[in-house]
T-cell receptor, first 115, second 114 residues
Framework: GQQVMQIPQYQHVQEGEDFTTYCNSS?????IQWYKQRPGGHPVFLIQ?????EVKKQKRLTFQFGEAKKNSSLHITATQTTDVGTYFC???????????????FGKGTHLIIQP | GAVVSQHPSRVICKSGTSVKIECRSL??????MFWYRQFPKKSLMLMAT?????????EQGVEKDKFLINHASLTLSTLTVTSAHPEDSSFYIC??????????FGSGTRLTVV
């Protein structure tokens, strides 16, 4: 079946260091979304990437969508303690942004920041 | 912004009983809602797609007779876990597309079956 692989599973960084998580799909995605989940909380939408090779930035966060629309990455520059949480990528294999397709989540990357 | 309200947030039930979880879109209409299950420190697994006015679409391996989904209106979807067993204990969470990109998630329901 369709799967989204995400690595690493855990990442320990010192505060101020950069962090990157990667997602890869064996088949082409319609679009990919990124979510952040704090311990005990629910996923919160960060961004959606639709176009091949798309790059979007949100302050210290940079999101990329591969040219083949099979892989994506999230990079955080100069991490802060508020960045702690689990970052999930979630792909859609169906209609682009149609809202009628469930998300296929990666396993998530748990970001742990040491002060 | 688009908000999805989910109740209850926590429920403990006895084995063999049924539990209903509600998911409401508060400020938008959701013709489609999705139900996920999440085990501790694990990813979210799509269980089913709930369509207003029609039958839900279940993912492979999800028992439709055990996890009953009803989407009676454009703002309400319910998931009923029937004849619950301890292995059904999990975090259940709903979501809906806002039409603005991305999906809004409910706050989740932690079900414990004893």
């Amino acid at each position: 079946g369709q799967q989204v692989m995400q690595i690493p599973q855990y990442q320990h960084v010192q505060e101020g260091e950069d962090f990157t998580t990667y997602c890869n799909s064996s088949t082409t995605l319609s679009n990919i979304q990124w979510y952040k989940q704090r311990p005990g909380g629910h996923p919160v939408f960060l961004i959606q990437l639709v176009k091949s090779g798309e790059v979007k930035k949100q302050k210290r966060l940079t999101f990329q969508f591969g040219e083949a629309k099979k892989n994506s990455s999230l990079h955080i520059t100069a991490t802060q303690t508020t960045d702690v949480g689990t970052y999930f990528c979630a792909g859609i294999y169906g209609h682009s942004g149609g809202g009628a397709d469930g998300l296929t989540f990666g396993k998530g990357t748990h970001l742990i920041i040491q002060p | 912004g688009a908000v999805v309200s989910q109740h209850p947030s926590r429920v403990i039930c006895k084995s063999g009983t049924s539990v209903k979880i509600e998911c409401r879109s508060l400020d938008f209409q959701a013709t489609t809602m999705f139900w996920y299950r999440q085990f501790p420190k694990k990813s979210l697994m799509l269980m089913a797609t709930s369509n207003e006015g029609s039958k839900a679409t279940y993912e492979q391996g999800v028992e439709k007779d055990k996890f009953l989904i009803n989407h009676a209106s454009l703002t309400l979807s319910t998931l009923t876990v029937t004849s619950a067993h301890p292995e059904d204990s999990s975090f259940y969470i709903c979501s809906a597309s806002t039409g603005l990109g991305g999906y809004t998630f409910g706050s989740g329901t932690r079900l414990t079956v004893v």
